[in-house]
């Protein structure tokens, strides 16, 4: 009996001393910012608590987000999978995904962790929150059990786009300094709401001293390994929801203690320019646990015990974005960043609700739309091209467009083809419309329904790579796939045509045949082709019927193709005041695009 209390009570002080040993790991999220820090060089900053932190940490010069909008970006981070491969990529969407994919602080918490996030979780799919001991905005490490490591996240959301919504009274930071990049005009309400923005990450900066402080007088900072990063970057006009330097590099400093120096990647103080992702968060935290990674995991761990070699790229993806719908695909290596447009004919600055909220915004559109900007500033508010590449170390604001600069072909032709394998591994969900992607979802996972044997993913993808290169020379194969057996290849063939506009004329008879087409999402890209065609009475009733259509992307994207027609669209207009009528909360995104468009109508 002796013996066996003897063995009992070592392998409880065994246990106890093996969880004591485990690192501690504290990660404070502030939102909406990029690297507007004193220790990243920016002197309009007033950061001095960050700054400590990267006296004392490593600071990462090539860290970015997966998406360049909150909630795809933090399914990335939970999960440690792209949220394009999942088919949760659409900002706002509560789409399922398989069974075996859980949130990364559920493994923490099955080691012996005690796992607090306070408060924000905004993960894009459905929640999991079994995976936290407490979340709230009142949780915290210090409701754990006595030695026991802890996993806490605090969110703060002082730095977010809504604070710079309303004017302020009094700035701390003068208007006249702020350093402006050359895609904004100097309209007195841009410099106040880049003023207003600075003093809003000063006061992030203050929550993120007091947290640290709280830290110090717990007595756990010398057991804590301290992350401190943005969720993405932002906030003012083509920052967040845009696929730049100024939408996807984070600011991220990791302060290591002494007892764990030896997992450090550098000495206090120090930088670190390798390229770490989102997607390589959750196998990171895993790692310096010392849990065992889960073989579905598609990021790489770049600390701990388990770690990997350098990745030489970051990817990233932008859907949906609010009300409005876009695709679009980037690659970054340490010194370019290409981008991938599959809906070139939309323009940059399409209109979002609540993105134009802000003064900013309106003085913008204003100053184009009176013709008082300069090209680089205009571009925002016009169509893409198929692909951008920018050299980030000559052109961080990313406005010189290199990808028909022939001595970088190679170059254009390397992260082409990184994107288009990246595509490939993952089999990017984007590439099925969201009206589509809502009906699957009824029944199954879309990351299922694509791997199910009967899905041409590779199709698809060569089908939207080929409408999306706007190349006559592609007619006759588009027109061939507008009788594809699957909806989603003939959905691309169609808006090919549509991207090609009236060079599209010998695809008529074909287009018009699809307005007839078992699925609405074809019938509705076929209209928006005919239309460029000179086709207006026939493709009324398509979309007359699609605003009536139970799936609200479905008449969000008859309302796109609607406002595409502009003055033409008189006759629809009826229609839409009806469907802005029936919607009793007026909050659906198909509500704020009929919405606007029925303002915009009046107003010309």
């Not at 063995?7 to 909406?32: C, G, M, R, Y």
């Not at 770490?276 to 935290?285: E, G, H, K, L, Q």
Request: hydrophobic letters at 40%; one cysteine or more; glycine letters at 6%.
């Amino acid at each position: 009996m002796m013996l066996r209390i003897l063995f009992l009570f070592f392998a409880v002080s065994f246990a106890v001393q093996a969880q004591e040993s485990k690192p501690n790991i504290l990660w404070i999220v502030s939102e909406d910012n990029s690297p507007f820090i004193g220790a990243y060089g920016d002197t309009y900053a007033t950061t001095p608590h960050i700054d400590k932190l990267a006296s004392q940490g490593v600071l990462f010069t090539n860290a970015f987000s997966a998406a360049p909008v909150c909630a795809p970006a933090r399914f990335t981070l939970i999960t440690g999978m792209y949220a394009s491969s999942m088919g949760t990529q659409q900002m706002r969407s509560n789409y399922p995904v398989p069974a075996f994919v859980k949130f990364f602080p559920g493994y923490l918490k099955q080691a012996g962790y005690y796992t607090s996030n306070n408060a924000k979780k905004d993960y894009n799919t459905k929640d999991q929150p079994r995976v936290w001991d407490e979340s709230s905005d009142k949780a915290t490490y210090l409701n754990r059990k006595p030695g026991q490591p802890f996993f806490a996240v605090f969110n703060i959301g002082t730095s977010h786009e809504s604070q710079i919504h309303k004017p302020a009274k009094k700035l701390r930071h003068d208007p006249k300094k702020a350093p402006l990049p050359p895609y904004h005009p100097r309209t007195p309400e841009m410099e106040q709401d880049w003023a207003l923005y600075y003093d809003k990450i000063e006061a992030m900066d203050a929550t993120v001293g007091q947290l640290l402080q709280d830290l110090e007088k717990a007595g756990l900072a010398d057991n804590t390994i301290v992350f401190y990063f943005s969720d993405h970057g932002g906030v003012l006009g083509r920052s967040k929801r845009f696929l730049y330097e100024s939408g996807l590099r984070v600011p991220l400093v990791i302060r290591f203690p002494p007892k764990y120096a030896h997992l450090a990647p550098g000495k206090p103080g120090t930088k670190s320019d390798r390229i770490v992702s989102f997607i390589d968060f959750a196998p990171s935290i895993l790692s310096l646990a010392e849990v065992p990674l889960p073989g579905y995991l598609q990021g790489k761990p770049f600390l701990g015990k388990q770690q990997t070699a350098a990745q030489t790229l970051a990817f990233a993806f932008r859907g949906r974005m609010d009300e409005r719908n876009d695709l679009s695909r980037s690659v970054r290596d340490k010194k370019y960043r290409y981008i991938r447009n599959y809906m070139p004919h939309k323009r940059y600055g399409q209109h979002q609700e609540y993105q134009w909220h802000a003064a900013s915004m309106a003085s913008w559109e204003a100053a184009y739309l009176a013709g008082k900007l300069n090209p680089v500033q205009a571009a925002f508010f016009q169509t893409k091209p198929p692909e951008e590449l920018y050299d980030v170390i000559k052109d961080p604001h990313n406005i010189h467009n290199l990808a028909g600069q022939k001595e970088l072909q190679p170059v254009l032709l390397r992260l082409r083809a990184a994107n288009r394998k990246w595509l490939t591994d993952t089999k990017d969900a984007g590439f099925i419309p969201e009206a589509m992607i809502a009906q699957i979802s009824k029944k199954e996972a879309v990351y299922d329904y694509i791997r199910g044997g009967k899905f041409p993913w590779e199709k698809v993808l060569a089908t939207a790579e080929m409408a999306s290169e706007k190349k006559t020379a592609h007619l006759p194969e588009l027109t061939k796939r507008l009788q594809d057996p699957e909806p989603v290849v003939r959905y691309w063939a169609a808006l090919g045509c549509t991207f090609l506009g009236k060079e599209a004329a010998p695809a008529k008879n074909a287009l018009n045949k699809l307005l007839q087409d078992p699925e609405v999402t074809v019938q509705l890209s076929a209209a928006e082709a005919l239309y460029a065609l000179g086709e207006k009475e026939t493709i009324i009733p398509v979309l007359q019927a699609a605003l009536l259509h139970q799936n609200d992307m479905v008449r969000v994207q008859a309302l796109e193709v609607i406002e595409a027609m502009g003055p033409e669209a008189a006759p629809l207009l009826s229609n839409v005041r009806a469907l802005v009528a029936r919607d009793s909360n007026q909050a659906g995104n198909d509500i704020k695009v009929a919405s606007y468009l029925l303002k915009k109508q009046a107003a010309n």
